[in-house]
């Protein structure tokens, strides 16, 4: 069966950088688009990111624009989320998720997901 494994959360200082890590086994992985999603304590589940099967489209929630970057590795099955220049408002639960497409275009709704990995918890302090 599909899993999507998320590594790499902690806590980090305003200002600071985590790189998270989803390892994926269960499928093809090159086929597969790729998206990060977060969720705060009261608040809904929301888009960070998402990547193409083939690493050539990325696409950003406007909050995290030119503070995150997407990228993957279809050789070791894994999907990143570089976040830099973090803020108190990015804390949240990090999801990943995938879903059989090879298209290039964007996936943003978490509806176009069909696996979902347990989250892993990031949280930024003053």
């Known amino acids: 069966q599909v899993q999507l494994v998320e590594s790499g959360g902690g806590l980090v200082q305003a200002g600071g950088s985590l790189r998270l890590s989803c390892a994926a086994s269960?499928?093809?992985?090159?086929?597969?688009?790729m998206g990060w999603f977060r969720q705060a304590p009261g608040k809904e589940r929301e888009f960070v990111a998402s990547?193409?099967?083939?690493?050539?489209?990325?696409y950003y929630a406007d909050s995290v624009a030119g503070r995150f970057t997407v990228s993957r590795d279809n050789a070791k099955n894994r999907v990143y989320l570089q976040m830099n220049s973090l803020k108190r408002e990015d804390t949240a639960v990090y999801y990943c998720?995938?879903?059989?497409?090879?298209?290039?275009?964007?996936?943003?709704?978490?509806?176009?997901?069909?696996?979902w990995g347990q989250g892993t918890q990031v949280t930024v302090s003053s």
């Open positions: 990547i193409s099967w083939i690493g050539g489209s990325t």
């Open positions: 998720a995938a879903v059989f497409s090879r298209s290039s275009g964007p996936k943003r709704f978490s509806t176009e997901f069909d696996y």
């Open positions: 269960g499928l093809t992985f090159s086929s597969y688009a």
